[in-house]
């Protein structure tokens, strides 16, 4: 290892001691009224009876951080009662379209709330194959973009921002690397930590939200093959991991998602107080029990399936 790399090496390491502390006791959560929303718990399929990927994090009845935007996340946004005036960040973990496409739908619909302050979005950079955040969202909502009837949405370059005149969406690009965390503190009680992960060729995300003390993560899209995620989730009050896969499959899809087993490993690793399964597909639906049981030989903690429109509560335990 060169000098450098041992640097980089150290730094992640420490920097992952410094915010990836235990959060506050489990009692703490359920006092701060911490939970997982489910607005979409399935992949790209059209036949899977499930929207496609999104969470929203409540806290204290207002729902604050929305995570991806699949398809389908929008409509159960509205029956979820959540408030768009409510929520401090938009977490993108890529940019296929089952965990980004409804964007245009909440960015529309903005239009019909009261909401009267800038609405950060974070995603990844961009890579070989995908553009960066802020270029998706150019091409989206910019003067030359797909739905340039939406371009007051988007702050005028230039402007001193002004966080309490109007509404506009204001993209970040989180840089891709695996041995480096990115925080933003966001309010005093809600900061967000990204690292990239391996999702094949694709830029992809791994996000922790620490809200309230209350620490929860998201594998997104990944393959595990730079081994980082159990550090990064180290003791999350709860862990949302995507089960695209089965234990067996073929190389194509194994270069894109984990395993159970992998899953398992890497939530014992990691010591998270709960474990929440998603992102479901054909080929994992059918098999979930199956697939709890791989799991269970590796962790020992709460295993919880996703639905659309389920809460799971941090802290709370049956
Ligand atoms: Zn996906």
């Known amino acids: 290892m ?3 790399a041992l640097l980089r090496w150290m730094s992640f390491w420490l920097w992952q001691g410094f915010v990836g502390l235990p959060a506050y006791a489990a009692a703490s959560c359920v006092e701060q009224n911490v939970s997982v929303q489910v607005l979409g718990s399935g992949g790209p399929e059209l036949d899977d009876g499930r929207a496609s990927t999104s969470y929203l994090i409540w806290h204290n009845n207002r729902a604050r951080v929305l995570v991806d935007a699949g398809p389908g996340s929008s409509v159960n946004f509205g029956r979820s009662t959540a408030q768009f005036t409510d ?17 245009p739908a909440y960015i529309k619909g903005a239009y019909f709330s009261n909401r009267q302050r800038i609405l950060p979005i974070y995603g990844p950079d961009k890579n070989t194959l995908m553009p960066s955040t802020t270029e998706f969202v150019e091409r989206l909502f910019g003067a030359k973009g797909v739905y340039p009837y939406l371009s007051d949405n988007l702050p005028v370059p230039g402007d001193v921002p002004n966080n309490t005149e109007k509404f506009t ?10 041995d480096n965390v990115v925080r933003h503190r966001l309010s005093p009680n809600l900061s967000v930590s990204a690292m990239a992960v391996h999702h094949g060729p694709v830029a992809a995300l791994a996000w922790r939200v620490n809200l ?19 550090m990064f989730a180290k003791e999350s009050d709860l862990l949302v991991m995507h089960n695209a896969v089965p ?11 984990m395993p159970p087993s992998e899953i398992g490993n890497i939530a ?7 474990l929440l399964l998603s992102h479901f597909m054909n080929r994992t639906n059918n098999v979930q029990s199956q697939t709890v049981a791989i799991i269970q030989q590796h962790y020992a903690g709460k295993v919880s399936l996703a639905d659309d429109l389920m809460h799971y509560k941090l802290g709370a335990f049956p």
């Open 2 to 4: 060169s000098f450098s």
């Open 87 to 103: 929520l401090d960040v938009i977490l993108l973990s890529h940019l296929h379209a089952d965990h980004s496409s409804d964007l």
């Open 169 to 178: 969406l204001h993209a970040h690009d989180i840089p891709l690397t695996h």
């Open 212 to 230: 309230a003390g209350c620490l929860i993560s998201f594998s997104g899209d990944m393959s595990n093959q730079w081994h980082k995620l159990a």
């Open 247 to 257: 234990e067996q499959t073929n190389a194509i899809a194994r270069n894109l998602h």
């Open 268 to 274: 014992q690793q990691a010591k998270v107080k709960q």
